[in-house]
């Protein structure tokens, strides 16, 4: 049999990145189901993990253009005609093998990706009526404002469908013997075959180390902002 090839597919960022978004949105997630402990004040926290989210998602949205070359959303966006190919390979228990998202997993990323920024975004224009404004609450007047409130509420169970779909993905990927779940916590994949869009990019670390901390000082100032605002 042959051995199987190491390739680091996922950076040190992105990781921090994705369980930093795990725990932000259960925290989201959980405060608007409890009234009482552990927080004291949940709507706060609510909002307060929503802002992480943000400052997570901006962060996620210049590493994608900006990062290695595996986070970028150019190697993982496939076309249509490609989607439905592997589609069908994997209907077939026959699907290629990608070091990065495959064509399904790539926008399945993309579209929680932007359900998670339009739900932390419209939180900023909410309020509870009672002991809770959002940052830029009555900006755009009430009517928006209550417009907004029905999206949130809509998207927040578009999210929990989406999120659930990626769940059922990465169980699929490990019974076909595909650990994408470990392959995020250590950053490293093994394959027995050479994946489909492996790159072999040069790149120099001191650039990329420049661009995460300006994407993280971005990130960080975004999130200050609204934290203190």
């Given at each position: 049999m042959r051995d199987k090839v190491a390739i680091e597919v996922w950076d040190g960022w992105i990781r921090l990145f994705h369980w930093g978004l795990v725990a932000a949105v259960l925290v989201s997630f959980y405060t608007t189901k409890t009234s009482g402990a552990p927080f004291l004040f949940p709507v706060e926290v609510h909002a307060q993990a929503g802002y992480l989210v943000i400052g997570l998602l901006v962060f996620r949205w210049l590493w994608g253009t900006l990062g290695s070359v595996y986070a970028r959303f150019k190697t993982f966006l496939y076309p249509p005609a490609e989607v439905a190919a592997y589609s069908?390979?994997?209907?077939?228990?026959?699907?290629?093998?990608?070091?990065?998202?495959?064509?399904?997993?790539?926008?399945?990323?993309?579209?929680?990706?932007?359900?998670?920024?339009?739900?932390?975004?419209?939180?900023?224009?909410?309020?509870?009526?009672?002991?809770?404004?959002?940052?830029?609450?009555?900006?755009?007047?009430?009517?928006?404002?209550?417009?907004?409130?029905?999206?949130?509420?809509l998207n927040s169970d578009l999210l929990i469908i989406l999120i659930g779909l990626h769940l059922v993905g990465l169980i699929v990927h490990r019974l076909l013997g595909e650990s994408l779940v470990a392959a995020m916590l250590v950053g490293t994949k093994r394959f027995r075959q050479q994946p489909v869009d492996e790159r072999n990019e040069p790149f120099n670390a001191a650039t990329l180390r420049l661009r995460a901390l300006g994407a993280l000082l971005i990130a960080a100032g975004v999130v200050l902002w609204l934290w203190f605002y």
């Open positions: 069908k390979s994997l209907l077939k228990r026959q699907p290629g093998t990608y070091a990065s998202h495959n064509p399904l997993g790539g926008w399945m990323v993309l579209l929680i990706l932007l359900s998670l920024s339009f739900q932390a975004m419209s939180g900023l224009f909410l309020s509870d009526d009672i002991f809770f404004q959002a940052p830029l609450y009555g900006l755009f007047g009430d009517g928006v404002d209550s417009q907004l409130r029905t999206l949130h509420q």
